[in-house]
């Protein structure tokens, strides 16, 4: 356990419907990540905030996609009108060491499943 | 950031020591090798980093050729939940940065 939680695990929803999850990062890091994995690669970067402030989104977050950290704690990620493609594990990391190098710290994954 | 080269998958016996390589040979000065893995449906969890010496931490050991194009993560006795995708990344020190992750190597530790 990394102390980085997300919620729900999984999520089964059906093709036009919006879903949210959220991450709770470990409580003293000031920086937040989102990743997306899709079945048999790598996680890919989607978003990163620093306290409140999004500070980097990549071009895969659609604008179906939207992400906020309202008071740099917890964060949230929607997904409207979600697609099949959309189906993935959509990773939460978070970092903040005051050392020279900044180590992210990734949760156990939301598993999104879009019939 | 610099590309890595990994291969796709080793075998391991357990109880044996897994050594499992990583090219990083357009790695710059302020560049430090992370490795990350990920066993199946979890997230990724981090191992270790380095910059130019060796670090071990109670997971694992990193070696880092002389010339830093080059290294080795090193799990000195392998078990069976050390089966997982193993990732070596290469990130600049200082301000926050997103990682990213090749296709790794599938290191399956056999009994």
């Known amino acids: 356990d990394t102390g980085v939680s997300q919620d729900p695990r999984h999520k089964i929803t059906k093709r036009g419907q919006n879903v949210t999850f959220r991450c709770d990062p470990i409580?003293?890091?000031?920086?937040l990540y989102w990743y997306r994995q899709t079945l048999g690669q790598g996680p890919e970067f989607l978003t990163y905030?620093?306290?409140?402030?999004?500070?980097?989104k990549s071009r895969l977050l659609s604008d179906r996609f939207s992400a906020e950290r309202p008071k740099g704690s917890f964060s949230t990620l929607e997904i409207q009108r979600t697609e099949q493609g959309d189906s993935a594990m959509y990773l939460c990391?978070?970092?903040?060491?005051?050392?020279?190098?900044?180590?992210?710290?990734f949760g156990p994954g939301t598993r999104l499943t879009v019939l | 950031d610099a590309k890595t080269t990994q291969p796709t998958s080793m075998d391991c016996a357990e109880g044996r020591a897994a050594n499992l390589p990583c090219n990083h040979s357009t790695i710059s000065g302020n560049e430090y090798v992370y490795w990350y893995r990920q066993i199946h449906s979890q997230g990724p969890q981090y191992i270790i980093h380095g910059l130019k010496n060796n670090e071990t931490n109670e997971m694992a050991s990193l070696i880092i050729t002389e010339d830093r194009k080059s290294s080795t993560l090193i799990l000195p006795h392998a078990t069976l939940r050390d089966t997982a995708v193993y990732y070596c990344i290469v990130l600049p020190s200082g301000s926050a940065r997103q990682l990213t992750f090749g296709s790794g190597t599938q290191l399956t530790v056999l009994p």
């Open positions: 905030f620093q306290n409140e402030a999004q500070l980097e």
């Open positions: 409580s003293e890091h000031n920086r």
């Open positions: 990391a978070s970092s903040g060491e005051r050392t020279i190098t900044d180590t992210q710290y």
